[in-house]
C-alpha cells in the first residue's frame, strides 16, 4: 500500500504554550501507526526543534517546515534554508501551497528551485498544487493542475519523482462556501496520477502519495480518505483542534 499521511499545516497560528499543550494532547492518544501511516507536523519555524523533541520518540511521527527559500545560503535575511530545516531533525517541507504562490507570488519555476534544494538536503517535499473557482468553472482544472506539475517535477527522474509527496488543493473550495465531494477528489487524484503515469510510468505513479488539501475535517474524512487514489490529507483549520485531527489520522487507510 501507499503511504498514508496525515499532514497539520497550522500555518502563522499558536504561541509556543498553546503549540506545546496541542501537541501533547495529539501525542498523548499514542496512536499506534502501521509501517504505511504517517502523521506530519508542520509546524511554524520556531517550533521546529520542540515539535520533534515530541514526537522522536513516537514511530512514524515527523516534523515539517511549512517552507524553504529557493537559495542554498546567503545574504538572504528572514529566510530558512532546506540545510537548515534538515539540521532541526525535521525530515519534510512544504512547498508550493496555494498561499504562498498568491500572497508570495512564487512561481512554478522558484517551485522547482525550491524542491532541488529540499531533495539535495534529504528532505520529502510535500508539494501542493490545486486550481482556483476561475479555472474549476472554466472546466480547465485538469489542464491547469497538470501544467503546476510538469513546470515543477518533471525536470525530475524516477527515482527523485518517488521522494516526493503530492498535495492537492481545490482552492476553490477553500473558504468560498462551495464544497467539493469526495467523488470530485478523487477525479483530480487520479487525473494527477494519470499525468505522472504519462510521465513516469505506472508502477511509479501508483508509488506517489497524494493528499486532499480541501477543507478536511474529523467528519468527512474517511469518506475522503476511503478514495481509492486519495492517501491522506494536508490539513488546515482542523488540524488546529486536537479532537479534530486525531479522528483524521485515525481515519487513514
Known amino acids: ?117 529540499a531533495l539535495e538536503a534529504k528532505l520529502t517535499p510535500i508539494f501542493c498544487c490545486g486550481e482556483s473557482l476561475a479555472i474549476r468553472e472554466s472546466g480547465k482544472q485538469d489542464e491547469f493542475v497538470a501544467g503546476q506539475l510538469a513546470n515543477s517535477l518533471f525536470h525530475l527522474n524516477a527515482e527523485a519523482i518517488l521522494k516526493i509527496v503530492i498535495a492537492y488543493e481545490p482552492i476553490w473550495a477553500i473558504g468560498t462556501g462551495k464544497t467539493a465531494s469526495a467523488q470530485q477528489a478523487q477525479d483530480m487524484h487520479a487525473s494527477l496520477r494519470r499525468v505522472l503515469a504519462k510521465k513516469y510510468g505506472q508502477p511509479v505513479a501508483d508509488m506517489i502519495p497524494i493528499l486532499y488539501g480541501g477543507s478536511v475535517k474529523g467528519n468527512n474524512a474517511s469518506e475522503l480518505f476511503a478514495q481509492p487514489d486519495v492517501d491522506g490529507g494536508l490539513v488546515g483549520g482542523a488540524s488546529l483542534n486536537e479532537e479534530e485531527f486525531v479522528a483524521i489520522i485515525r481515519a487513514l487507510k
Open 1 to 117: 500500500m501507499r503511504q498514508q499521511i496525515a499532514a497539520a499545516n497550522w500555518k502563522m497560528n499558536l504561541d509556543y504554550k498553546e503549540a506545546k499543550a496541542l501537541l501533547d494532547g495529539i501525542m498523548s492518544q499514542q496512536i499506534l501507526l502501521e509501517p504505511h501511516r504517517k502523521v506530519v507536523f508542520a509546524v511554524p519555524a520556531p517550533y521546529l526543534r520542540m515539535a520533534r523533541r515530541k514526537t522522536k520518540e513516537h514511530l512514524n511521527y515527523e516534523v515539517s517546515a511549512q517552507n524553504c527559500y529557493s537559495k542554498k545560503a546567503g545574504a538572504y535575511t528572514g529566510e530558512i534554508s532546506a540545510d537548515m530545516i534538515r539540521s532541526v531533525g525535521s525530515r519534510y517541507v512544504i512547498i508550493g501551497h496555494s498561499e504562498r504562490r498568491e500572497y508570495f507570488k512564487e512561481s512554478d519555476e522558484t517551485l522547482a528551485e525550491k524542491l532541488d534544494l
